[in-house]
C-alpha cells in the first residue's frame, strides 16, 4: 500500500481529511472514495455528498457541520477531536503510523515472533535493530510511511575471491 507522507499534526482540516483517506485503506483494495465514504456516512443517518466530502478534502470548503465531522471520524475510527486538537491529532498520526507499518508482512512476523519474550530480551533485540538500522544507515526512527531505500543486493561470500595482481 502506498501512503501519502503525515500532515503536519497543526495542519488544515483538508489535510488532515485527505491523510486519513490515503492511510485508512481497506486491505487489498484502492482507498476509499468520497463517494464511498458519503454513503457509509448517510446510511449511519448524516446525509452528506461524496462532492461536498471532495471540496472538503481540497480545502475549497472548510466549515463542516459538527455532524459531518462526526460521521467522518466515525467512519476513519478516529475521535472528532482529531480534526481540531492538535494534540490529539499527534497521537492519531503515530497511532496510524504504526498501523500502516504493521501491515508490513515481515514487520508483523517480526512482531509476532517477540511475544512472551521476556523485557530484557525485548530490550537486547531492540538495541539490534537499532544498530542494524545505524549500519544501513537508516534514521533511529523510522518513518512507516516512506518506502525503504534501495538496498545493494548481497554479496556472494562463497565465491572464490580473486587475489590475483594485475
Known amino acids: 500500500m502506498a501512503v501519502t507522507g503525515a500532515p503536519d499534526a497543526a495542519g488544515t482540516l483538508a489535510a488532515k481529511l485527505d491523510h486519513l483517506f490515503a492511510s485508512v485503506v481497506p486491505a487489498g483494495r484502492a482507498p476509499y472514495s468520497s463517494e464511498e465514504v458519503a454513503r457509509a456516512i448517510t446510511a449511519e443517518g448524516v446525509p452528506i455528498s461524496g462532492s461536498y466530502i471532495w471540496l472538503l478534502r481540497r480545502g475549497q470548503r ?6 459531518h465531522i462526526e460521521g467522518l471520524a466515525r467512519f476513519f475510527g478516529v475521535p472528532p477531536a482529531y480534526f481540531f486538537d492538535d494534540d490529539v491529532s499527534r497521537k492519531v498520526e503515530a497511532d496510524l503510523k504504526l498501523l500502516n507499518a504493521l501491515r508490513d508482512a515481515q514487520v508483523q512476523q517480526v512482531a509476532l515472533r517477540t511475544v512472551g519474550l521476556s523485557p530484557q530480551t525485548l530490550s537486547s533485540i531492540n538495541e539490534v535493530i537499532e544498530r542494524v538500522r545505524e ?22 561470500t562463497t565465491a572464490p575471491q580473486d587475489t590475483s595482481q594485475s
Not at 62 to 67: A, E, F, S, V, Y
Not at 135 to 156: F, Y
Open 135 to 156: 549500519l544501513e544507515g537508516l534514521p533511529r526512527d523510522p518513518d512507516p510511511e516512506q518506502p525503504p531505500a534501495p538496498q545493494e543486493p548481497p554479496r556472494d
Open 62 to 67: 472548510d466549515n463542516p457541520t459538527l455532524r
